[in-house]
Antibody
Framework: EVQLVESGGVVVQPGGSLRLSCAAS????????MHWVRQAPGKGLEWVSL????????YYADSVKGRFTISRDNSKNSLYLQMNSLRTEDTALYYC??????????????WGQGTLVTVSS | DIQMTQSPSSLSASVGDRVTITCRAS??????LAWYQQKPGKAPKLLLY???RLESGVPSRFSGSGSGTDYTLTISSLQPEDFASYYC??????????FGQGTKLEIK
């Protein structure tokens, strides 16, 4: 059974930093591109970032470019999102999501339950 | 970026009804469209991809169609478990993936 379990979400002040983690199991992690997708409270879905199967390619939404860094450790079946210079508009539930292939196909067949990041003073 | 516009934003329907949700892209996306269902407090679930291909395990009452810029999700006979929010997503413009704003399907 595929499982994605996010962690690391907390309340942080504007300008602060945070690292989210996603632990994957039930599939061959290094066979797939992975993504982060977020959802602000009561709002829709926003794609945030992706990383290729080997970590060699990373991409970001314009809204987080230069502030967030995605990474992965295939030896630990784990995905990460380093979030710096946080803004109030980054407040959201952050989902880890699995792409359907090793190269980014761009849609997601499994999602975690999300971890809540609240940016507030 | 490609803008995705869903309509309606909300919809009331009864069990057994046939329901259609529309998604319009700001430019052609060559059927690179997925549909997701999201229930309150839960993660989104993939229903269809490539505009009309049903994800494994998804009931056949869900179907998708469309081309170019205009796409539809149809539920042929609503079941109680189908009351949820639905999102379309384009993956034509890699990697700037975008979602529609969502359609909330409520019980009449």
């Amino acid at each position: 059974e595929v499982q994605l379990v996010e962690s690391g979400g907390v309340v942080v002040q504007p300008g602060g930093s945070l690292r989210l983690s996603c632990a994957a199991s039930g599939f061959t992690f290094d066979d797939y591109t992975m993504h982060w997708v977020r959802q602000a409270p009561g709002k829709g879905l926003e794609w945030v970032s992706l990383i290729s199967w080997d970590g060699g390619s990373t991409y970001y939404a314009d809204s987080v470019k230069g502030r967030f860094t995605i990474s992965r450790d295939n030896s630990k079946n784990s995905l990460y999102l380093q979030m710096n210079s946080l803004r109030t508009e980054d407040t959201a539930l952050y989902y880890c999501a699995k792409d359907i292939s090793a190269v980014a196909s761009g849609y997601f067949d499994y999602w975690g339950q999300g971890t809540l990041v609240t940016v507030s003073s | 970026d490609i803008q995705m516009t869903q309509s309606p934003s909300s919809l009331s329907a009864s069990v057994g009804d046939r329901v259609t949700i529309t998604c319009r892209a700001s430019q052609g996306i060559s059927n690179s469209l997925a549909w997701y269902q999201q229930k309150p407090g839960k993660a989104p679930k993939l229903l269809l991809y490539a505009a009309s291909r049903l994800e494994s395990g998804v009931p056949s009452r869900f179907s998708g169609s469309g081309s170019g810029t205009d796409y539809t999700l149809t539920i042929s006979s609503l079941q109680p478990e189908d009351f949820a929010s639905y999102y379309c997503q384009q993956y034509y413009l890699t990697p700037q993936y975008t979602f529609g704003q969502g359609t909330k399907l409520e019980i009449k």
